[in-house]
C-alpha cells in the first residue's frame, strides 16, 4: 500500500508499505479517512521533535473505519467510525495500573514512535484504542485527538467555578482548551502574539477577554485590569515556547497552578524565590490525554457542545503531501487545523 514517509528533515516521499492480512491478538485492522494535522507532525518534519527518528510514516490523528477484528475483541466491530487513541502503554505497568496509562513510561505513540495512519491501506492497532463515534463525520473524529490534549491540560489545572484561566497560546492546543474552558464557571483569558488568533477566539469562541503579548510586558498591566490586581488563578502554556514558559509565573496569582501543555527540549529557568516560592505556585505537566477523555469529547460533539465546523481551515489531498505539506510550517497562512483526506 501507498504511505507517506518523512526520510529525513523536511523531506516527504510516497512509498509502499505492507498490508497486513489479519489482526492479531487484540487487534484491529482499520483503514485511515481523514487525518489532522498538528504541531507535533509539523515539528517531526522540521526534525524537531524529540521522540522521532526517521524515516517514518507519521499520523495520530486519526478518523478510522474498522476493517476486521480479532476474535478477542468486543468494543469494535467491522464498519465501525472511530477515532484513535495513539498512546500505547504497556498495562501491566505501576503507572498504568494507578490510572496514568498516557504517561506509561514506555509509551508509543502512533505516527511518532512508530509508523502512523498516513496511508491508503488497512493497518493494524491496537481495538482497546479505538473510540466508536459511528455518528459523527471522519473530519470530526481526526479532531478528537487534538482535543483531548487540550481537555487532559484543562483537567490537571482543576479549575473552580469564579477563578480566572490564563491560556498562553492560541494555536490548536490552546483552542481545544479554551474549547472547554468556556464551558465552565470562570473567567477565560486567552494570550497570544498574533492578533488574527486572538480575534478568532474572541469572534468564534466567545472568548471575551484576550491579550496581545507585547514585547515591553505592557500586556501584564492588561490582565491586572481584568482580574483586579489578582492575575490568573490557573495558567495553561501551550506554547512550547521556553521564554514564555519560564515568565509565565509573573501571571500567577498567590497559590496559582501552573500547567505546561506545550513541549520544548530546552531547560527552563525562572524566578524563585522573588515569585514561584513566594507565591506558593504549583507547576504541573500535561502529557497527552485519558482512555475516557476521547469518550466524553465524543459526546460533547455529538450533543453539539464544541463546533467542529470552526476548526478545519485547509484541507490537501493524499497524493498533495509531499508538495504541500510544508507550507502549513508557516504561521502567516492561518490554519487552524488542516486536515488530510486520505481515502
Known amino acids: 500500500m501507498q504511505a507517506i514517509q518523512f526520510t529525513a528533515p523536511k523531506?516527504?516521499?510516497?512509498?509502499?508499505?505492507?498490508?497486513?492480512l489479519t489482526p492479531g491478538p487484540g487487534e484491529a485492522l482499520v483503514r485511515t479517512h481523514r487525518m489532522g494535522i498538528c504541531g507535533t507532525d509539523l515539528s517531526c518534519y522540521l526534525g524537531k521533535f524529540p521522540f522521532f527518528a526517521y524515516p517514518r510514516t507519521p499520523g495520530h490523528e486519526l478518523g478510522l473505519e474498522v476493517v476486521a477484528v480479532a476474535d478477542d475483541v468486543s468494543n469494535v466491530k467491522p464498519g465501525d467510525k472511530c477515532s484513535l487513541e495513539p498512546y500505547v502503554n504497556d498495562p501491566s505497568t505501576p503507572t498504568s495500573q494507578k490510572g496514568s496509562q498516557n504517561c506509561c513510561p514506555g509509551v508509543q505513540v502512533i505516527g511518532v514512535h512508530n509508523n502512523g495512519g498516513l496511508r491508503k491501506g488497512v493497518f493494524a492497532v491496537p481495538a482497546r484504542k479505538l473510540h466508536p463515534g459511528n455518528d459523527l463525520s471522519y473530519d470530526q473524529l481526526a479532531l478528537v485527538e487534538t482535543l483531548a490534549i487540550g481537555y487532559h491540560a484543562v483537567q490537571r489545572g482543576t479549575p473552580q467555578p469564579g477563578e480566572t484561566v490564563l491560556v498562553i497560546g492560541a494555536g490548536p492546543i490552546g483552542l481545544a482548551c479554551l474549547e472547554f474552558l468556556k464551558l465552565m464557571e470562570v473567567k477565560t483569558v486567552v494570550m497570544d502574539m498574533v492578533q488574527s488568533r486572538l480575534d478568532f477566539c474572541q469572534k468564534n469562541l466567545g472568548i471575551h477577554h484576550?491579550?496581545?503579548?507585547?514585547p515591553d510586558d505592557s500586556h501584564l498591566a492588561e490582565l491586572e485590569k481584568i482580574t483586579d490586581g489578582q492575575l490568573a488563578d490557573v495558567i495553561i502554556d501551550a506554547t512550547g515556547s521556553p521564554k514564555s514558559m519560564s515568565t509565565c509565573f509573573n501571571y500567577a496569582a498567590f497559590t496559582g497552578r501552573v500547567v505546561y501543555v506545550g513541549i520544548t527540549t530546552s531547560?527552563?529557568?525562572?524566578?524563585?524565590?522573588?515569585?514561584?516560592?513566594?507565591?506558593?505556585?504549583?507547576?504541573m505537566a500535561s502529557r497527552n490525554a485519558m482512555p475516557e477523555d476521547f469518550d466524553k469529547i465524543i459526546q460533547l460533539i455529538r450533543d453539539g457542545k464544541i463546533n467542529t465546523d470552526l476548526w478545519i481551515t485547509h484541507r490537501i489531498a493524499f497524493a498533495e503531501v509531499p508538495t504541500e505539506f510544508d507550507k502549513f510550517t508557516d504561521p502567516t497562512l492561518g490554519a487552524i487545523k488542516a486536515i488530510i483526506e486520505v481515502n
Open 210 to 214: 484576550a491579550i496581545q503579548f507585547k
Open 11 to 20: 523531506e516527504i516521499a510516497i512509498i509502499d508499505l505492507p498490508e497486513p
Open 267 to 283: 531547560d527552563l529557568t525562572f524566578p524563585h524565590a522573588t515569585v514561584f516560592h513566594r507565591r506558593e505556585i504549583t507547576l
